[in-house]
């Protein structure tokens, strides 16, 4: 089984609880404006790895991560379902604590095969971080290209699986900071039970580094980062 494979960061300290080995993926099926990772949107200059040669690289920092584990980032980790289910189970079998940063647009719950898949997956998986980019469909698939629907389903089903779920949110002035959008936001996060945690994440502007590297337009550009104040008026409504 080969996973398509942008990056490694052996150090990680935000993508879910403790430092974190964390894997990237390439592929992505969706172009959120704010994305600071276009290069990771294609399989193109991937580099290509089964799961033993992953768990081989993990296993000689090990020490660090006794109280952290292993993050599959992307990109979307969903779009390399089997490789994925691999990886994991022999992460697992390793004795590491396991999460996954999905915005989970690829599930389709009228997709048997796909969500027996995602089943198996989670017997492997401790932690989901899930992305909700925006609680409206129609201002979602302006900001990334498709609607929420199948994002907002794919968080009922893991709550019905009983998987643990830290909500991600990036906040983006003039885009999803408004009180409704928040409250709506909040609104459906408090249907699900399991849910951990509330991320907040201001947007930020350095990735456009990478926009210009890749000769690609910047579509926020022009945009100003959230104030303090927005910051942490966002957290009090969507605090957990």
């Known amino acids: 089984m080969i996973g398509y ?43 290509q790895y089964e799961p033993d040669d992953i768990v081989r690289l993990i296993n000689k920092y090990r020490a660090y991560y006794v109280n952290g584990g292993v993050t599959i980032s992307g990109g ?6 089997d490789f994925l289910i691999d990886l994991c ?5 390793n004795n590491y604590h396991v999460a996954i940063d999905t915005s989970g647009a690829v599930y389709d719950e009228n997709n ?14 401790d932690l989901y971080l899930l992305d909700i980019k925006h609680i409206n469909s129609e201002k979602h698939k302006m900001l990334t290209s498709k609607g929420n629907v199948n994002i907002l389903s794919f968080a ?9 779920m830290w909500i991600r949110h990036v906040i983006v ?6 009180d409704e959008s928040l409250k709506e936001t909040k609104k ?5 039970k399991n849910v951990e945690k509330v991320e907040i994440l201001p947007y930020h502007t350095m990735g456009i580094v990478k926009y210009e590297q890749l000769n690609i337009p910047y579509p926020l550009k ?19």
């Not at 009922?156 to 643990?164: A, G, H, S, T, V």
């Not at 022009?222 to 957990?240: D, F």
């Open 76 to 81: 979307e980790p969903l779009l390399q379902i």
């Open 173 to 178: 002035p003039t885009i999803n900071l408004d």
């Open 5 to 47: 494979i942008h990056s490694f960061e052996t150090f990680g300290t935000v993508d879910g609880p403790g430092i974190r080995y964390v894997i990237f993926v390439k592929g992505c099926p969706l172009r959120c404006l704010y994305c600071h990772n276009p290069d990771t949107w294609t399989m193109d200059n991937a580099k």
């Open 89 to 93: 189970k022999k992460l697992k079998e």
């Open 156 to 164: 009922r089903f893991l709550d019905r699986e009983n998987k643990k």
């Open 222 to 240: 022009g945009v100003r980062v959230p104030t303090e104040e927005e910051i942490s008026h966002a957290k009090e409504i969507l605090k957990r």
């Open 112 to 125: 048997k095969e796909l969500v027996e898949k995602i089943k198996t997956l989670n017997k492997y998986v």
């Open 188 to 192: 459906f996060i408090d249907t699900l």
